[in-house]
Structures are given as C-alpha cells and as structure tokens.
C-alpha cells in the first residue's frame, strides 16, 4: 500500500502549511483530501509536489506492504 505520510512530515520539516499550498501553489482540497485518506494520484501530481516542496518522490510518499 501506498502511504503519504511522509509528504506530511515533510510540509513540517520546511514549515509549509496546508493553507499556503492551497493558496500559493494551487493545490486542491481534493488532492489533500486524497493525500489523507492514502488515495491515488497521478505521476504528473506527484511530479508538482516535488517540484512545489523541492524534494524527492521518497519525501512524499512511501510502499508499505500489506500483511495478509
């Protein structure tokens, strides 16, 4: 499974609150929403937060593997 929450420990670690990517950069409450719920998003997503946050692909998300 796919996990965001490094992406969250990463807004933290540069001080980037919701409210300025919402207001800065144009992110949606809908991506957050799907960020905080562990929903998919696009590459092309994936590619603006890193480019949005200056950081890699690892500093927002991450695979967990699912015990079944």
Do not use: W
């Not at 799907?34 to 692909?57: E, G, M, S, W, Y």
């Amino acid at each position: 499974m796919i996990t965001y929450e490094p992406f969250y420990k990463t807004l933290k670690k540069k001080n980037i609150t919701t409210y300025k990517l919402i207001n800065t950069f144009g992110v949606s409450r809908s991506l957050l929403d799907r960020l905080k719920h562990n929903k998919p998003i696009t590459t092309q997503t994936l590619d603006d937060l890193c480019a949005f946050l200056d950081c890699n692909v690892e500093d927002i998300l991450k695979f967990e593997k699912s015990i079944d």
